[in-house]
């Protein structure tokens, strides 16, 4: 054995479409393929099965505490840093311009009103677990009157062929009876939905991504 050794897979005599059809690598440039082989899977895959576990331990900082309660209680909270003058959204901790530490005093409630600067349709992947079947919009929404962008949002009750850059859009927030269901997973904040005010016409829209 040595390293740059040329080694070809040797098959399983049974084959179902998985990698563990390939029993194990030896020596040399041909696939090893026994006697009593009966060819590959009938049928293409298109879903495997595995086992898969990962761990994470992420601390909750303050402010990601308190933009969680806004949430719950209707609101999109941001932080203003006192240095750089910048907002920013999701209890972030620091000002990543100027490590500034952002605290409660610098916290204000931001507009509920923007406009889509960018989106994507995505066609979902299936795979287990995937509660998503037809194609469905994510956008970037610019906050009215603050430099803010808020990403990866879901547009709701809007034709995927209708969406386009400078839509006029406001926020919706879970009901009652969503938050006594437990519907909600991250905040109240469903998503956007047309609110019928005229397109924002600005070229420089496409450009405000973050």
Request: charged share 25%.
């Amino acid at each position: 054995m040595a390293t740059g050794m040329r080694v070809a897979p040797r098959w399983r005599p049974e084959r179902r479409g998985h990698i563990t059809d390939i029993e194990a690598f030896v020596p040399g440039e041909e696939p090893v393929t026994p006697a009593d082989d009966g060819g590959p899977a009938a049928e293409p895959v298109e879903m495997m099965d595995y086992r898969a576990s990962i761990t994470y331990h992420t601390p909750v900082t303050t402010n990601q505490t308190r933009s969680q309660v806004a949430s719950d209680e209707g609101r999109l909270l941001g932080l203003r840093c006192s240095q750089c003058g910048r907002i920013y959204t999701g209890g972030r901790a620091f000002c990543p311009i100027d490590a500034t530490e952002l605290a409660p005093a610098d916290e204000l409630d931001l507009p509920q009103v923007g406009t889509v600067t960018n989106y994507t349709i995505i066609t979902p992947v299936q795979y287990p677990g995937q509660t998503e079947t037809e194609p469905f919009p994510r956008v970037n929404v610019l906050l009215d009157g603050v430099d803010v962008v808020v990403q990866y949002q879901d547009l709701i009750e809007c034709p995927n062929d209708q969406i386009r850059v400078g839509m006029r859009v406001a926020a919706v927030w879970a009901s009652d009876a969503e938050k006594a269901d437990n519907l909600m997973v991250d905040g109240n904040l469903i998503g956007w939905i047309p609110n019928g005010e005229p397109d924002r016409t600005d070229p420089d829209l496409v450009n405000r991504i973050i």
